[in-house]
């Protein structure tokens, strides 16, 4: 009775080996580095690791140690000052093709990242960096779709030689006919255009609203919030922060987490800023249908334009800062779309005049009646016109800016247009000391609690406390080692469920030797009450486990930040402790007092 088979043992032993393997790399700690990674995507190759290596050890710095990492370089150093300079020679050399941004490495040995083992990640209340919530403006992602709607059943009416008006309020477009004979004619061309919009007569018979479905509105909602990550995450890079996080955040916000950035005034003007370009014609007459007027910024005069745009920001591929004849200027090269544009517009308007329109969003807050109210205000201003002399198509330049307004819209022209604006509302920034100061406290906690549990089950159940405490320990190894497995960011919460794992851990085991001091009480056989204390036990352990367990998940699918933390570890740890406290416990049981005569049991 009480013997496992062999195959069982060996099962626990490999496993237990298995979780002290990936929960190792977390002994080790970590030393500044530089990660460097291609602008385009692209894997970094090995003959440029050689490279840059090269490089700084042409300067008198010594790496510590330089390997690939997930398609990116890396190279540690033994101090800070090593890791500055560094950086400072590596972006000198490399700005224009690759990211050169400072960051911690694991001093592991090379036979651990062979294996490809890694410590597990501290979120950004143990790291120290900055934390920013932004929300992104859902009615402006969804009123550009308008606008395109717009423009293209206004070009589509023009070209049938149906008289008309098209006017986009209120989230409807609404097409006024001259004629009744053509309404029928002009449901078809829209339909045609797109058949899944949302057609209906107006109130004087000769005209149509069109409004997009609510499938419509929440797919673009979801492309806006899509496509504001995709940017945000590319504009970070630009600032070349390493191992930045952006993700969603419930409807209609991201949340954005820079381990190391400790200044985030620089960071607020690239996060949010909304600045863009579009490309027009000036309508020298002034009669067009939908040319209006635009203002000039500064000495720039104010021009009347057509509505018609050649070329937007969404098209821009790359774009540099640089001077051109003494003056400020962003050298821009369009894609294929744009490019084609451009050329037919420049073929076929020589010696006209063309305007760049610089266009920023901002939010503005008033009170009225005592209540805060919040509008989004669109400035767009001329700060070119020149006359087209030739003909060009993907690369060209523009000017009229400041050097300061020529670098951020170089570098916001690069990372991509944002679909819609997106607006701060909240920001914290962490210091690493504090967040030092925080792994300490969460050490401490944990440590204090294990050695109170450790004490209390040593003194209380004697031999069996020693064998349930091997089994904590072996539970703590196994939530380091999934959190180094899955890598999962370790915060501060995080800290407190592994507190709380802790507590419930040597619970199981609790009941588990009670039930055995109950079965020995009743008169029954030692080996008996072993066997019967664990499946006696197990329901018990199981509910009430399963229930913490089902809490932990729907915590961690509405909960957000630490709360998602908190959750992540509990989970582990409930998983953990069933494992170490059912099946391990009962293998070292019947390891040491399985399979032979027992007068008594310690307990």
């Known amino acids: 009775m009480n013997k496992y088979p062999s195959w069982l043992n060996f099962l626990v032993l490999t496993i237990l080996l298995a979780g002290i393997l990936f929960a190792l790399p977390n002994i080790y700690g970590s030393a500044p580095a530089v990660q460097i990674a291609d602008k385009e ?44 300079a560094a950086s400072a020679l590596l972006r000198e050399n490399y700005a224009r093709t690759h990211g050169v941004a400072t960051t911690l490495a694991p001093r592991l040995p090379e036979w651990m990242r062979n294996l490809g083992l890694s410590p597990m990640s501290l979120g950004l209340d143990l790291r120290g960096g900055v934390y920013v919530l932004l929300e992104v403006d859902m009615q402006t992602a969804v009123n550009k779709r308008l606008e395109l709607y717009q423009e293209d059943f206004d070009d589509r009416l023009r070209d049938a030689r149906i008289r008309h008006r098209v006017d986009l309020a209120d989230g409807v477009i609404t097409v006024r006919l001259s004629s009744d004979e053509d309404v029928e004619t002009s449901r078809e061309i829209i339909r045609d255009a797109d058949a899944d919009v949302i057609i209906s007569d107006g109130a004087d018979g000769r005209s149509l609203r069109i409004r997009m479905t609510d499938a419509q509105v929440q797919e673009r909602q979801n492309l806006a919030i899509e496509q504001n990550i995709t940017t945000l995450r590319n504009r970070v890079n630009e600032l070349g922060v390493a191992e930045p996080i952006v993700q969603r955040q419930g409807v209609d916000r991201i949340v954005v987490q820079l381990p190391g950035v400790q200044d985030p005034t620089e960071l607020d003007k690239i996060l949010t800023a909304t600045a863009t370009l579009e490309f027009r014609l000036v309508d020298q007459t002034g009669n067009e249908a939908g040319s209006r007027s635009y203002p ?74 005592g209540e805060q109210q919040v509008r989004t205000v669109k400035t767009e201003e001329i700060i070119n016109t020149a006359t087209i002399r030739g003909v060009f198509k993907n690369n060209f330049q523009i000017t009229g800016l400041t050097p300061g307004e020529a670098r951020d819209l170089a570098l916001l022209l690069r990372a991509g247009a944002l679909a819609a604006p997106v607006y701060k509302i909240d920001e914290r920034t962490i210091g690493p000391s504090l967040g030092q100061d925080n792994i300490e406290r969460g050490f401490k906690a944990i440590t204090i609690g294990f050695l109170a549990v450790i004490v209390f089950m040593a003194i209380y159940y004697r031999w069996f406390g020693m064998i349930a405490n091997i089994a904590l320990f072996s539970n703590l190894v196994f939530i380091v080692a999934l959190l180094s497995m899955l890598q999962a960011s370790l915060t501060l919460p995080g800290i407190a469920g592994i507190v709380l794992t802790v507590g419930m851990a040597v619970d199981a085991n609790v009941l588990i030797f009670e039930r055995i001091r109950e079965e020995i009480a009743s008169g029954v056989a030692p080996q008996a009450a072993i066997n019967s204390g664990y499946e006696k036990a197990l329901s018990s352990i199981a509910d009430a486990n399963i229930t913490t367990l089902i809490a932990a998940v729907v915590l961690f699918a509405f909960g957000t930040g630490p709360i998602k933390g908190f959750a992540i570890t509990l989970s582990l740890g409930i998983i953990t402790s069933m494992f170490t406290a059912i099946v391990g416990t009962r293998s070292v049981v019947n390891l040491v007092f399985g399979g032979r005569r027992v007068e008594s049991l310690p307990v």
């Open 296 to 369: 000039g910024r500064g000495s720039e005069p104010s021009a009347i334009l057509k509505r018609k745009v050649i070329a937007s920001g969404d098209q821009i591929i790359d774009a540099e800062s640089g001077f051109s004849e003494g003056q400020p200027a962003v050298f821009i090269k369009l894609d294929a779309a744009g490019g084609e544009s451009m050329l037919d517009t420049t073929q076929n308007n020589l010696n006209k005049p063309m305007s760049t329109v610089f266009i920023e969003t901002s939010r503005e807050t008033t009170i009225r009646n």
């Open 41 to 84: 995507g692209a894997e970094v190759l090995p003959d440029e690791l050689d490279s840059f290596v090269r490089i700084v050890e042409n300067s008198g710095v010594t790496p510590e140690a330089a390997y690939m990492k997930d398609g990116r370089v890396v190279i540690r150093f033994a101090s800070v000052n090593d890791q500055a």
